[in-house]
């Protein structure tokens, strides 16, 4: 097997996609720049298949690296057969591999080698032929005798006896075979189990619902799993994972006992022994191991997918801002924003209690609108979030304005970030926090960019996965969404740009030093200039950066500046100019119709009908009941609307207006049965929801979707 047919056998594509795909990325490319740029190479894969090239030639590499170090320790142990060679080499399996390479596996001092260090191999030998033989017996040839290399004797039979079952229960527990039908065992057949640590009643009460828990390994899903497997780490809960004992031992004796005699007898408690004392404990840790990757897998594709919507969530645009991060007896930190993000001003009000100030509050507040020439207002919906918004919609202003409640989780962590104190030397973590409040508004993924996906609170478990596969998962995701959306190259911050492809941090911070010096870009071949941006890179990014008032108009599109000689090869095919083609809907139509449009040009004449479009939707304003703001104030049956906060595995939690988060189990997200609640509702939607459960001891809230 080669890489090619190895990647083949787990993404099914063809050997000329995944070759292209592997010389592509060998190159340098970065998965969307192939995606969106290399489409005749690849024939049209798009990020997710090409990230599972990408992923599958890393598991490829990983298992050839395992391979050349077994070989290279097992030739030193000059135990290496051209059998166990061939083996090894036409072995693609992980595990297989590893079973294969365990019984010369360097190891601590075990039972097994203090009995062959005593001479016992021998019997071992003869009790484990299993010809009929009496053990006793066999046994009575080892007593007294120095037969090992060192000077200790065996001076009773029981030691013989238990010295040769020792080293059989190493030889079945080293058998790749016995490993691998014990294996798929596990895999089908083992049952998980948690229960209550003793005196952890009241630490434990979160997980209550698994203090005497059971259900088959390959059914739990990995919210649960992942629950319990929380729960035991932090010493709450007892965790297991293991088949039926009869059904397991059953199969041992029918893969290594040969007879009936009492030899056999001997080998068979040896089994016992084995998957006792050996085999269980590491099987049962590679089957919990193996379902925390999956579920791991799972939770870390919640989490992405999850992420990718909340970076696209719709901008409201280049609105002057006044932002407001809401508190009680701290009072609301206010911000008044430019339309390019840039802070115009900043003080504190306190509409709330203790102090009360409302109708001065509402005096500045109005003041700052009309001194700003304020378009939007952006309230934080964290405490006292409802009650700001409520405040401000009492007063009158001279014009309409937009008042949208923003989410803010991640902001405390931003406000506290180096980046915070790079962009806002001068302000405290008060001010930065509400500029990041008006930001997201703004531009949410511009904003979001600079924080750690971790805190941006739309994960499942994200703190128990495995953290290097999502930190990798998440980083895909963060590009992915902003070269998909594309940068305005004159305006982003060092933190977005450094995300476009083909870029990084320096080059980044080249980019705003260049055009802080120089003043604003007026073409893309302008890059060229940058400090550490060469040809290479440039290919790379150009097609994901964009100059508005450009002196090429293509400058400010997702055409790649490789293809303008296309473009004007295609205006010339309906009689037309560039620039009369663009946006020429009636003469691009015809242009499908008269031409047969590779990959390339159809991405180009897709993108020359909308050039320059952002592709995210247009902020919307949320509007919560007016009546509800506290989890007190719900009623059974009452309809309420909500905006989806996170969606989980087991369903979809939902702002409804008030601290707590409602949750909308999976089984009341539609009438049809759901399987993945992603499949059926998304992060930012705006819906109805029916009330039809509420435990206020637990603050919960169990909702039922409507609409």
Not at 396 to 408: S, Y
């Amino acid at each position: 097997m080669n890489i090619l047919s190895f990647i083949k056998q787990t993404t099914l594509l063809q050997d000329n996609q995944i070759k292209a795909t592997l010389g592509l990325l060998e190159e340098g490319a970065t998965i969307p720049f192939i995606a969106r740029y290399r489409k005749e190479r690849t024939n049209g894969l798009d990020e997710v298949e090409i990230a599972k090239i990408r992923d599958e030639a890393k598991s490829w590499n990983d298992i050839q690296a395992r391979k050349e170090f077994i070989l290279k320790s097992m030739t030193e142990q000059n135990v290496l057969t051209s059998e166990l060679k061939q083996k090894i080499e036409t072995c693609f399996v992980i595990q297989t591999l590893e079973d294969i390479y365990l019984p010369y596996k360097p190891k601590r001092k075990t039972k097994g080698e203090v009995a062959k260090q005593l001479g016992l191999e021998p019997l071992a030998r003869m009790i484990m032929a299993q010809k009929g033989g009496f053990p006793e017996l066999m046994a009575e040839k080892f007593i007294n005798q120095n037969l090992s290399t060192h000077r200790r004797e065996v001076t009773e039979l029981e030691v013989a006896l238990q010295g040769a079952k020792d080293i059989i229960a190493e030889w079945i527990n080293e058998n790749a075979f016995v490993r691998a039908r014990l294996r798929e065992l596990f895999e089908k057949n083992a049952i998980l189990t948690s229960t209550l640590v003793k005196g952890k009643d009241e630490e434990a009460k979160v997980y209550k619902d698994y203090f005497n828990y059971e259900e088959k390994l390959s059914k739990s899903p990995s919210h649960r799993f992942l629950a319990i497997h929380r729960a035991s780490k932090e010493g709450f809960l007892r965790m297991k994972a293991q088949p039926d004992k009869d059904m397991a031992l059953n199969l041992i004796n029918r893969l290594v006992v040969k007879g009936n005699g009492l030899d056999s007898d001997f080998v068979s408690e040896a089994g016992q022994e084995s998957y006792t004392r050996l085999l269980l404990p590491s099987l049962e840790n590679e089957a919990i191991a193996q379902a925390k990757e999956v579920a791991d897998l799972e939770a870390i594709s919640v989490f992405s997918k999850n992420l990718k919507q909340l970076l696209l969530a719709p901008p409201a645009g280049g609105l002057r801002t006044l932002a407001l991060d809401p508190g009680f007896r701290t009072g609301c930190k206010v911000v008044c924003l430019d339309e390019y993000g840039d802070l115009k001003h900043n003080e504190t009000i306190y509409p709330h209690p203790p102090q009360n100030e409302t109708a001065k509050a509402a005096s500045k507040i109005a003041q700052l609108v009309e001194i700003h020439k304020i378009e939007a207002i952006a309230i934080g919906d964290g405490t006292a979030g409802r009650e700001t918004e409520a405040f401000i919609k009492k007063i009158r202003f001279n014009h309409d304005l937009k008042v949208f409640i923003v989410r803010e989780d991640g902001a405390s962590i931003y406000s506290a970030s180096p980046i915070a104190r790079k962009e806002f030397p001068d302000y405290d973590i008060t001010v930065r926090g509400a500029v990041s409040i008006g930001r997201r508004l703004m531009d949410p993924l511009s904003e979001l960019v600079k924080i750690e996906p971790k805190s941006l609170g739309v994960g499942q478990y994200q703190h128990d996965v495995d953290q290097k596969k999502l930190k990798e998962s998440l980083d895909d995701v963060v590009v992915s969404a902003v070269n998909s959306v594309g940068v305005d190259l004159n305006t982003a911050s060092p933190y977005l740009l450094a995300y476009v492809s083909g870029l990084g941090p320096n080059v980044a911070e080249n980019i705003v030093a260049y055009r802080s010096e120089n003043g604003k870009f007026s073409s893309r071949a302008e890059l060229k200039k940058i400090p550490r941006l060469g040809d290479k890179a440039f290919e790379q990014c150009a097609g994901f950066l964009r100059i508005k008032d450009a002196k090429n108009i293509l400058d400010n599109t997702a055409v790649h500046p490789e293809s303008y000689p296309l473009v004007k090869e295609l205006a010339k095919k309906v009689n037309s100019t560039v620039d009369d083609l663009i946006g020429n809907t009636v003469l691009l139509e015809q242009l499908e119709k008269q031409v047969q449009l590779n990959f390339t040009e159809k991405d180009i004449v897709k993108e020359l009908k909308k050039p320059g479009r952002d592709n995210r939707r247009t902020a919307k304003v949320m509007e919560f009941d007016k009546n509800i703001r506290t989890i007190a104030d719900l009623i059974l049956g009452m309809k309420l609307p909500g905006i989806v906060t996170n969606v989980t595995n087991f369903g979809a939690f939902v702002n409804i207006g008030i601290k707590e988060n409602g949750l909308i189990h999976k089984s009341q997200l539609a009438d049809a049965y759901v399987e993945i609640p992603s499949d059926f509702i998304n992060l930012h939607e705006h819906v109805v929801v029916e009330v039809i459960n509420i435990d206020m001891d637990n603050k919960r809230i169990g909702l039922k979707r409507i609409s």
